[in-house]
């Protein structure tokens, strides 16, 4: 049974930081593409950051262009877990964050390419 677990979610200024941690159980998260998406209230789920398996050789990361700069996806292989830091957030930041598996080894940028997520963090950016 695959499960992920989100954590790290919270109230913060504009301007501060966070770092959001996705462990992930019954699949080894690097061998897989893994991705963070977000759901603001009365918007639609949209794709924040994805990273591809680790042996993919192409391309590794992808970030939408209102995180590009600010926010980073990474692995850490021992834990199982991924991670989304975020910097400098603004208050448009505000949604609840979810990270996502995809069974496939290649960056995908499309949400129902994802077959397993987590229950979803909630990230509030005060102004």
């Known amino acids: 049974q695959v499960q992920l677990v989100e954590s790290g979610g919270g109230l913060v200024q504009a301007g501060g930081s966070l770092r959001l941690s996705c462990a992930t159980s019954?699949?080894?998260?690097?061998?897989?593409?893994m991705g963070w998406f977000r759901q603001a209230p009365g918007k639609e789920r949209e794709l924040v950051a994805t990273?591809?398996?680790?042996?993919?050789?192409?391309?590794?990361?992808y970030y939408a262009d209102s995180v590009k700069g600010r926010f980073t996806i990474s692995r850490d292989n021992a834990k199982n877990t991924v991670y989304l830091q975020m910097t400098s957030l603004k208050p448009e930041d505000t949604a609840v964050y979810y990270c996502?598996?995809?069974?496939?080894?290649?960056?995908?940028?499309?949400?129902?390419?994802?077959?397993?997520w987590g229950q979803g963090t909630q990230v509030t950016v005060s102004s």
């Open positions: 996502a598996l995809a069974s496939k080894v290649i960056v995908s940028t499309v949400l129902n390419e994802y077959d397993y």
């Open positions: 990273t591809a398996a680790l042996s993919w050789s192409g391309p590794t990361t």
């Open positions: 019954g699949r080894t998260s690097g061998n897989y593409a």
